[in-house]
Every structure is written in structure tokens, then in C-alpha cells.
């Protein structure tokens, strides 16, 4: 406490997988002033762009206060009465596995643990299964296949201590930011060498040594070289080979590989193999471009191959590290939240793991087979085979494969209940049964970081109207369908014992997740609980796996798995002639539902967009700021073309984030096909196949406004400002009155209609004014609208001004789109910096402009303005 106001509580970010260490500050008025914990271990008191603007989009304007059924508000008694009796009847009349829940790695570890209890162990179907499938389940599988258990070997602080670092699939400059950061500071102080491996060039390339821009897909064949290049080499460790199985299969498998489908060539690979071979204290981070594949699993195995080889694994600075996506994918994992797992690490395919469970819950029944994954489940729903559905925590009618399917199915599911905090998603629009959860800052709990740290989120706020934790309702759910004492929970600590002493029973089977010394933590030291890496026993605490030789597969050994190069399960052909990556933006959290509720995080790339390669862009005969149609085989998306290098001719990537409430064309994942690997079940979201050709638009548009607006044209996508809103839009339709439409769209009729119209060229400007202050303005022209976007944007709300012109007034530079999110630094500012200041360094331009300085997100792009600075003159 520093002596302003309430005092500050520790908590966790409840973003990405970093978990990173938070102080909050309740103004008491429903704020929270945050900033970066010091003593977290994660951390140490950097917070990315995100994570500085939580303060930001705890507000209250998103929210539903209480349940509604049906369209209509309800009590929690009849919702939770309705929401049991359903699901009762319904396995009553069709068995268990007519019922299904899908889950989140946002929940906390006690949500979670509360709803694997209910359906393993007392609904008795394994129909539960979680978002983590399209995130984490091929590095579980391939964890499981080479370890004989799913986990992490190392900690960050190898990190600290590796002198190489290879990124694979991991764009960890912009998805996790701290970690990058990290990296950059060893890179300062020791030197380490950074490789990224990534068919494109991201914003993690611009401090690496190597990029090695692969053929989608290829990075089997590419860790297959490495295999067999360190056993060339003579860099096989033959000591920690001898706790291995395998080695030689895997050799053949690898020495039959030809590196060629990788696209690059013989210099990149050697270089590359070269400098992981050279280097002893290597990590290679992977996440989705490994991941989300359908040769996801044996990706992670190639790569997991290498560092058993050379026994690199679980020693200081050295290891694979499989980086988890969200804040609670790791405990998700622990607490058996997949369709194929028991709690704590245990199988539900071990029949003395389920009778083990079985006795510890007193359940009545635990299943025998595996529930269906999300992709099979939500096929379940759509053909009838599920008839009520329990969605929480998650948004899969825009986050799944072949969205639009997904939708249409939870839209015809006999009976949906939707746990969430807003009830604006595409998902929760669906739903029969809508409960307001409470969202983080209003709640207590636990989740895990990659790195198997345990930490607590807690409560700060008083949670708005009616809602309840995730917890809360689904005990409360249980309770009414007849499981009264195995639900009787008080708290989250109370659910957290249970869990930890699960876990000493899971130690005695010889599982390695035990967390048992704290299975009678109180309720006192629960809330003051320090972060924890796991295991938590009376003999040991954190510490790394593996590094010993010791592996948790029934013969105390570890396996290598001999791997092959499979291409992407969709093939290019005419019809199809682009292979479609999609991936993260730096300051949008999934669909968005807190981060668009950010004016800073939404200035970064306000609109949803198609990367191409300049020489397919020219072939199509795209111009700069064009709209083009996306179609996939099972689905269409407009997009707005962005023409870069960055990716491979043939390549095109869009980002994930826009839904049916921010961009409804650009719902990316209607695009992509519901393939998933055979071993892990998780999708292909990185290699569908698509066309692209210009959107024929009659007219564009941009708007801002003081209030929500209403787009209705083919192409819109909206996002917040600091003074209200903004939008672009396209349409195919001529539009016969401008004026109207202009009412139309900001909902007032009573407005002072000023206007600029050019009927026979297409051009029409309107600005709508109550009272002398500007509420609207509406811009349009047959081609992409030029008008200084980031200054119009600042004048709703705004008394006399005259936004017509489209353009401030000379004297007032325009600033450009924002940079630097924490501080509000647009890219002009910066690039007028470099030439006139003649700055070199991102340092410099912190201490000139103060970007950069705060959370570092933006350092990467910084440095890339700096570089094609650079370039430019040496061009000159
Ligand atoms: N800003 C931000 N941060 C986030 C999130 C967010 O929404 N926003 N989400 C969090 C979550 S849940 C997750 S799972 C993580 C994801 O973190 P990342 O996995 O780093 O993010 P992505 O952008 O999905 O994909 C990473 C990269 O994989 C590359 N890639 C595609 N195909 C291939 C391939 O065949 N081989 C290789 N080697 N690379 C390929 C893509 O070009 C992309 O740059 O981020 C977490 N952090
Ligand atoms: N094409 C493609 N598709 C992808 C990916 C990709 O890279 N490419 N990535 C995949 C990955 S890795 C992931 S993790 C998923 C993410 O996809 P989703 O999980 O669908 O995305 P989120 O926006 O995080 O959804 C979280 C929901 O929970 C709600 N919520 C927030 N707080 C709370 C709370 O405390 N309680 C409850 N009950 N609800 C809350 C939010 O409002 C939101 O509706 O997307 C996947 N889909
Ligand atoms: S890196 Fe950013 S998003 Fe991830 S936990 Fe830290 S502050 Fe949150
Ligand atoms: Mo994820």
C-alpha cells in the first residue's frame, strides 16, 4: 500500500499462458488501477499491452445482471431449476452421453475441477471437453507419447539462461509478450541467439538471427534433418539415450526424410542445424503453427526427438517448452478438463486410474471410453446425438472449424445454456439459458502458467447484480440434479483441498502432478497463497522434470517416436489456389468480447484484414486498401486486402478476432475446414485452402460516432474510440440517400443534418450534429475512402467543428494510427522522429517519445520502422 486509497491486492493477468503477476488498485468505484507485481516470478513486474489496460474493460456497460431464459429475465432459481431438470430429463430419456459440456482454459482451476467432477464422475458421460482442444492437445499427446505424462519439462527461467532459443509456430513477440521480452534481455546480457521458425515473418523475427520461412506445415521434415544431423554430428548423448526407447526407429524415420518439402535451402537448414547442434543450452518454444495441425502431435515429437537425443531436457537453460495460450490451459490439463483424461494426470483408459477416482469422489459411475472432442462434439450437437449442451467460458460459434456449422448446430440444439459475462457474442445469443458469471477482478481462484507456476486470481470488485462465480453455478447445478453431498462446496479453497489431496492419490499410482502439500491449506493461507510451481509435496517443491532420466511411462523410460512429413490435409488446387494461415493480433484477446472494449487495444489494427504476397496481389489486380472475398470450400469472408511481404507468394493469413458483433464478413473460422490430427483430435486452423478475388464494392465508407451505430452494409467492422466509435464499411448496393442512411446508421433522427454530396461522382460526406455537437459523420466514396481516420475520430462529442473536410487543419499533424498502446504514439509521430530527430535506436525513440517504454509491445514494430528506415536510405 503506497498511501493512495485501497490498498493494492495481488492477482494474475487472465490473459495468456505467461500468467503474469498483477497489482490491483480498486478505486472504489468499480476501477482498478493495475500495474505489474515485481515479485511475481513470471513477470517481475513487466505487464504487455493487454495486460496494461485491464483497467479498462472491467466496466459495466458489456454486462447482463441476471439469468435470462428464453429472451427473458429470470431468477437464479428458476434458471438453475430449468438448467437441472433439462439435463436430468434428457439423461433420463437418452442415456448420459446425450449431454455434453464445453469448457474453457480461462476457467479457473476449481471451475474446472467442479465441472469435470459433474459429468466424469456423477452425469458418468466423458462428454466434457474444453477450447484447449484447438490449443494445447497436440502438445499434450506428444507430451504424453514421449514422457508418459503431459508435462512441461522446464521453467522460465531457462529462458534466462539458454544461449539459444528457437521459436517454432510461436509468435511470441506479440502472444507472449513478457516472455519475449525475456528472451531479448538474455539476448542483451549473454547474447542468445534467436531462431524463428515461421512460414511468415512476424514481429518475433525482427531481433532473430535466423528465419527459417518453411513451407506450411514441413516442420517435421525439418526437425527430422535436425535428428539426423545430430547423430552425424556425433551430438547424440548415449548416457541419457540409455533412459530412451526407440532412438534407432526414429533415426530411420528421420534419415529417410527429404528436407526439400520444407521449401528452404541447404544453407538455411545447414545454418540452422549448425547452431542447435553447437549450442548446448538450447529451448525451442512451439505453440499453434506446431499445434494446430493435422500432424500437430508428431510435430511436437520431432521436436521433443531432438532434445532426448541430445539429452537437452530438463537441465538449466535447456528443453522444449510448449508455451499454453490461455491464462489457465496448464491447469486445465491437471484437473482432467479433456475428453480423455481423469483429474490430476490420471487416464480415464486406466481402469485402476477410474477406480481410483471412482473411490476418492464416491461417485456412482465413472466412463469407460473417451467423450467426444470438441470438433466430434459439436458434429454431435448439429446431427441430434447431443441434446443439451453447456457452453462456458468460451465463444465456439466463432472460435471452432467450420463456425458457421457450429453456429447453425447450438442454434438447433434442443436445449443451450451459456455461462458468460456479456451477453453480445455470437455464442450466447444462441443460448436457451444465459447465466451471468463473475468476471475476473470479482472472483477467487487458481491457474496454472506454462511454466507449472501456480497463482491466484482474486477478487477485488464486488461482482455487478446477480452474478456468480463459474464455480457457484454449476455445485448449485449439481446439487438440484441429486449430487447434494459431492457438490457441497463452500468456497473455492474448500475445492481446491479436495483437489490437492486427489492428487496425492494420483502420486501413489505413480503420476507426477502432486500438489498434496497443500491439501490442508486453510482458508487463510488459501487466500494469501504465494505462487507455486508444482510439485507442492513434503519433500518438494518446483524444480524441472526429466533432467535425471526418470520419464512416467511403465518402464521409467522415455520413448522417441518415429515421425514422417505429412503435407496439410487440404491440397492447393486452381479453384483454390491459397494456402490460409490464421493466427494472433498484438492487442485483441479471441473474439475480443474485453479487449474491443479498450480504445488503446482497438487502435493498434482497428479493422480485420487478408495479408498477400505484392506478386498475388498484382496477379489479382488488388490495389492497396481493397476488399477482397475469401472463399474457402465451405465458406466466405470479406476482408481488407493488406499487401506485404511478410508472407510467401501463395500464402495468405488473417487474423482471428473479428465476430458477428465486430466484423460479421470476417468470421474467420467459417472458413476453415473442421480437419483435425489423427492422434490429438485438435484442428488444422493454419492450412486451409482458399480463393481470393476482388470484393467488387459500389462504395466505401468510414463513420465515426458518439454512440453504438447500426451497420448494416455488406462489409462493416466496428471498434471503440476514445470519444465513441468508428467504422468501415463496403457495400455492393448502391445507396440512394445518404442523408438517411447517415440517420440510419447513428439512430438519430433529430440531428442537424450538415452534408457534401457529389451524386455524379459517389461522394458524400455527412456530419450529424445535436445541440452544435458533432454525434456522427459518414463518409463515402466508390474507392477506399482517404480521410485522416485517426483525427476524425477524436471529434464526436465535440462542440463547432467541422469534420467535413475529411482533413484536420494543416497545422495539426496527424499522428497515424497508434504504435505504442500505453502511450498513445502513432506510427507518423514516430517515423517524423526517426528523420527528423535522426534517432537509430528504439531506445532512443523511448526516450524521445516515451514509446515503448512501458509494457514494450510495440519495441518489435518499432525496430522494423527503424529498419525499413534504414533500408530506405541506403537506397537513397
Ligand atoms: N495478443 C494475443 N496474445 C495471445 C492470444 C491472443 O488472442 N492475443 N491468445 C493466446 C492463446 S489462447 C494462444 S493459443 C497463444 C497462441 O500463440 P501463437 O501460437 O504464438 O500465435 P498464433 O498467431 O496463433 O500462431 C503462431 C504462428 O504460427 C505460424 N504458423 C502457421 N503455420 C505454421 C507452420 O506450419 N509451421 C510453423 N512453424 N509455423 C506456422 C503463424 O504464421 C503464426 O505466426 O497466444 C496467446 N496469447
Ligand atoms: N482459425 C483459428 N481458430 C482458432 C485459433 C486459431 O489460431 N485459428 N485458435 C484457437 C485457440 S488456441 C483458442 S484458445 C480459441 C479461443 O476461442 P474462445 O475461447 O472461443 O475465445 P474467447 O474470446 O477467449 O472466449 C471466451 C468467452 O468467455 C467469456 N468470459 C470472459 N470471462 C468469463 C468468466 O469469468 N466466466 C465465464 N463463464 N465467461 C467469461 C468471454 O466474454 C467470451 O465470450 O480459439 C481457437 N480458434
Ligand atoms: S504477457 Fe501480457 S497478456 Fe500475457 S499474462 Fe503477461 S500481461 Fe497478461
Ligand atoms: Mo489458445
Redesign the pocket.
Known amino acids: 500500500m503506497d498511501g493512495s486509497g485501497l490498498p493494492e491486492i495481488r492477482s494474475t493477468c487472465?490473459y495468456c499462458g505467461v500468467g503474469c503477476g498483477v497489482l490491483l488498485r480498486p478505486d472504489g468505484e468499480g476501477g482498478i488501477a493495475v500495474r505489474g507485481d515485481p515479485e511475481h516470478p513470471a513477470n517481475h513486474g513487466r505487464l504487455c499491452s493487454k495486460g496494461s489496460a485491464l483497467g479498462e474493460t472491467v466496466g459495466l456497460d458489456h454486462r447482463f445482471l441476471s439469468p435470462v431464459v428464453d429472451g427473458e429475465q429470470s431468477s437464479w432459481d428458476d434458471a438453475l431449476q430449468l438448467v437441472a431438470d433439462r439435463f436430468s430429463d434428457t439423461i433420463a430419456r437418452h442415456g448420459p452421453d446425450s449431454v455434453a459440456f464445453y469448457v474453457?482454459?480461462?476457467?479457473l482451476t476449481e471451475d474446472y475441477y467442479i465441472a469435470n467432477k459433474l459429468m466424469k464422475g456423477f452425469i458418468g458421460s466423458a462428454n466434457i471437453d474444453t477450447?484447449?482442444r484447438?490449443?494445447m492437445a497436440s502438445s499434450v499427446a506428444g507430451h504424453k507419447r514421449a514422457f508418459g505424462t503431459d508435462t512441461v519439462p522446464g521453467t522460465y527461467e531457462d529462458l534466462d539462461e539458454a544461449d539459444l532459443v528457437v521459436l517454432v509456430g510461436s509468435n511470441l513477440a506479440w502472444c507472449h509478450p513478457v516472455l519475449y521480452q525475456r528472451v531479448l534481455a538474455a539476448r542483451k546480457s549473454r547474447g542468445t541467439k534467436i531462431v524463428v521458425i515461421d512460414p511468415r515473418r512476424t514481429a518475433s523475427c525482427n531481433d532473430a538471427d535466423l528465419h527459417l520461412a518453411l513451407q506450411p506445415g514441413s516442420d517435421v521434415a525439418l526437425f527430422n534433418r535436425l535428428l539426423s544431423e545430430i547423430y552425424e554430428s556425433g551430438a547424440v548423448d548415449p548416457g541419457f539415450v540409455a533412459h530412451t526407447n526407440g532412438f534407432d526407429s526414429a533415426l530411420d524415420a528421420a534419415r529417410n526424410e527429404q528436407a526439400s518439402v520444407t521449401g528452404l535451402n541447404d544453407r538455411q537448414i545447414s545454418e540452422f542445424c549448425r547452431l542447435w547442434i553447437a549450442t548446448e543450452k538450447v529451448v525451442t518454444i512451439y505453440s499453434?503453427g506446431v499445434n494446430?495441425s493435422s500432424s500437430g502431435s508428431d510435430k511436437v515429437n520431432a521436436i521433443l526427438n531432438c532434445h532426448l537425443a541430445t539429452g537437452r531436457i530438463g537441465t538449466p537453460g535447456c528443453g522444449p517448452l510448449s508455451v499454453t495460450?490461455?491464462p489457465n490451459?496448464m491447469g486445465g490439463r491437471e484437473v482432467g478438463g479433456l475428453a480423455n483424461m481423469l483429474a490430476c494426470h490420471l487416464d480415464l483408459e486406466n481402469s485402476d486410474h477410474r477406480a481410483a477416482v471412482r473411490q476418492f469422489w464416491d461417485a456412482p459411475a465413472i466412463p469407460e471410453a473417451p467423450g467426444l472432442k470438441a470438433v466430434d462434439m459439436f458434429q454431435a450437437v448439429g446431427d441430434g446425438r447431443i441434446k443439451a449442451l453447456w457452453i462456458?467460458?468460451?465463444?465456439?460459434a466463432?472460435?471452432?472449424?467450420d463456425a458457421d456449422a457450429v453456429r447453425d448446430a447450438i442454434a438447433a440444439c434442443p436445449f443451450t445454456v451459456v455461462?458468460?459475462?456479456?451477453g453480445a457474442?455470437d455464442?450466447?445469443r444462441l443460448a436457451d439459458v444465459l447465466l451471468p458469471?463473475?468476471?475476473?477482478a470479482e472472483?477467487d481462484g487458481t491457474v496454472t502458467n506454462s511454466d507449472r507456476t501456480i497463482s491466484r486470481q482474486r477478487k477485488v470488485i464486488d461482482a455487478p447484480g446477480q452474478a456468480r462465480p463459474?464455480w457457484d453455478i454449476l455445485a448449485e447445478v449439481a446439487r438440484r440434479m441429486g449430487f447434494t453431498s459431492a457438490f457441497d462446496y463452500a468456497s473455492p479453497a474448500e475445492i481446491f483441498r479436495e483437489y490437492a489431496a486427489l492428487s496425492k492419490v494420483a502420486a501413489q499410482l505413480g503420476r507426477d502432478f502432486d500438489v498434496s502439500g497443500l491439501s490442508n491449506i486453510s482458508d487463510t493461507h488459501y487466500d494469501d497463497m504465494e505462487p507455486r510451481r508444482w510439485p507442492v509435496t513434503s519433500t518438494r517443491e518446483g524444480g524441472r522434470f526429466f533432467g535425471d532420466g526418470a520419464f512416467f511411462h511403465p518402464d521409467g523410460k522415455a520413448r522417441f517416436i518415429p515421425v514422417r512429413f505429412k503435407p496439410p490435409a487440404a491440397r492447393t488446387e486452381p479453384r483454390f489456389p491459397f494456402r490460409l494461415n490464421?493466427?494472433?493480433l498484438r492487442d485483441q484477446?479471441?473474439?475480443?468480447?474485453?479487449t474491443s472494449l479498450s480504445p488503446r487495444l482497438s487502435a493498434h489494427l482497428s479493422e480485420p484484414f487478408l495479408d498477400i504476397h505484392p506478386a498475388d496481389a498484382t496477379a489479382l489486380g488488388l490495389s492497396a486498401a481493397d476488399l477482397v472475398r475469401v472463399t474457402s470450400p465451405i465458406g466466405s469472408s470479406i476482408l481488407r486486402a493488406r499487401i506485404t511481404d511478410s508472407v510467401q507468394q501463395g500464402n495468405v493469413f488473417a487474423p482471428?478476432h473479428w465476430t458477428g458483433e465486430t466484423a460479421p464478413s470476417a468470421r474467420?473460422?467459417a472458413l476453415?475446414a473442421p480437419v483435425t490430427d489423427p492422434v490429438s483430435g485438435q484442428?488444422e486452423?493454419?492450412a486451409g485452402v482458399v480463393s481470393v478475388t476482388r470484393f467488387a464494392a459500389a462504395w466505401y465508407g468510414f463513420a465515426v460516432s458518439r454512440a453504438p451505430m447500426s451497420p448494416q452494409s455488406d462489409y462493416w467492422a466496428l471498434s471503440r474510440t476514445e470519444q465513441g466509435y468508428r467504422a468501415e464499411l463496403a457495400g455492393s448496393a448502391p445507396v440512394p440517400d445518404w442523408e438517411a442512411e447517415a440517420q440510419r446508421l447513428f439512430g438519430s433522427r433529430s440531428a442537424k443534418v450538415a452534408s457534401v454530396i457529389d451524386a455524379g461522382r459517389g461522394i458524400a460526406r455527412v456530419a450529424l450534429h445535436e445541440d452544435g455537437v458533432l454525434t456522427g459523420a459518414l463518409f463515402a466514396s466508390p474507392s477506399p475512402v482517404a480521410v485522416m481516420r485517426d483525427y476524425l475520430q477524436s471529434l464526436p462529442g465535440r462542440k463547432a467543428v467541422d469534420p467535413l473536410s475529411g482533413r484536420s487543419r494543416a497545422d495539426l499533424p496527424n499522428p497515424g494510427p497508434v504504435l505504442c498502446a500505453c502511450f498513445g504514439v502513432g506510427i507518423n509521430t514516430i517515423l517524423d522522429a526517426i528523420e527528423t530527430k535522426g534517432l537509430i535506436t528504439v531506445d532512443a525513440i523511448g526516450e524521445a517519445l516515451g514509446a515503448g517504454t512501458n509494457c514494450g509491445s510495440c519495441r518489435p514494430e518499432i525496430s522494423d520502422l527503424l529498419h525499413a528506415a534504414r533500408t530506405r536510405e541506403a537506397a537513397e
Open positions: 487472465p474453457s482454459g480461462q476457467l477450447n484447449s484447438l490449443c499453434q494446430q495460450g490461455q490451459a462456458i467460458h468460451t465463444n465456439p466463432v472460435s471452432m472449424p455461462s458468460d459475462i456479456t457474442t455464442t450466447a458469471a463473475t468476471a475476473w472472483k463459474d490464421t493466427g494472433r484477446w479471441h473474439t475480443m468480447t474485453r482471428i474467420i473460422d476453415v484442428p486452423s493454419k
